[in-house]
């Protein structure tokens, strides 16, 4: 990799079939796609299922971390895991549907993106407006890390250190906020 590589984590999940794989398949798989001549991965946490949600709404996911260094721009990086996601029949249908794959970029070499401003109204949305809403740019660190047992269970074992840029909290400080159960849900494959 060259010198002017940054840092970057991702987000995994997925909860239905893909050309007849299950969902652990389809992530490994996509963590292969994921290396190429601009993407050096770094580590891969394990895979845990976890449950659908809403609650109720359709299959258990795997979820997953990785860590990666590239000489991509943030967009960029994005717009190749939009790429792999296709690659394995991702629909954008329902916002928070059901899908063969998601790769959230979490978090890009600390980068508030757009700006303190628009992360902050992304960060403080409404859940009921957070279902309905999907950003037009992208917005980093991902708004919802801090919410969700199934991104920073994963990312706790392969980036337990890791310190969210406005929050100011590692990983493993933004999972001790979490309710108890929320994190006992998600399970090791």
């Not at 916002?95 to 757009?114: E, I, N, Q, S």
């Not at 902050?120 to 037009?136: D, N, S, T, V």
């Not at 708004?143 to 392969?158: E, G, H, K």
Request: proline share 8%; aromatic share 6%.
């Amino acid at each position: 990799m060259a010198v002017n590589c940054k840092s970057a984590l991702i987000a995994l999940g997925g909860n239905l079939p893909a050309d007849a794989d299950a969902p652990q398949i389809t992530l490994a798989k996509a963590i292969g796609a994921l290396q190429s001549g601009d993407i050096a991965l770094r580590s891969v946490s394990r895979f845990f299922q976890t449950p659908c949600f809403p609650a109720g709404a359709g299959p258990d996911y795997v979820n997953a971390a990785v860590s990666v260094e590239t000489a991509l721009s943030a967009s960029d990086l994005l717009a190749r895991l939009h790429d792999i996601e296709a690659q394995f029949a991702r629909v954008r249908a329902q916002r928070w549907g059901m899908r063969t794959l998601d790769l959230d970029l979490v978090d890009f070499g600390g980068a508030v993106l757009p700006d303190a401003a628009g992360y902050a109204r992304w960060q403080g949305l409404p859940l009921e407006q957070q279902m309905q809403e999907a950003p037009g740019q992208l917005i980093l660190p991902h708004p919802r890390i801090q919410d969700r047992a199934f991104v920073l269970v994963p990312l706790a074992d392969i980036a337990p250190r890791w310190c969210h840029p406005v929050l100011q909290k590692s990983v493993t400080e933004m999972l001790a906020q979490l309710p108890e159960q929320d994190i006992a849900a998600v399970t090791p494959l």
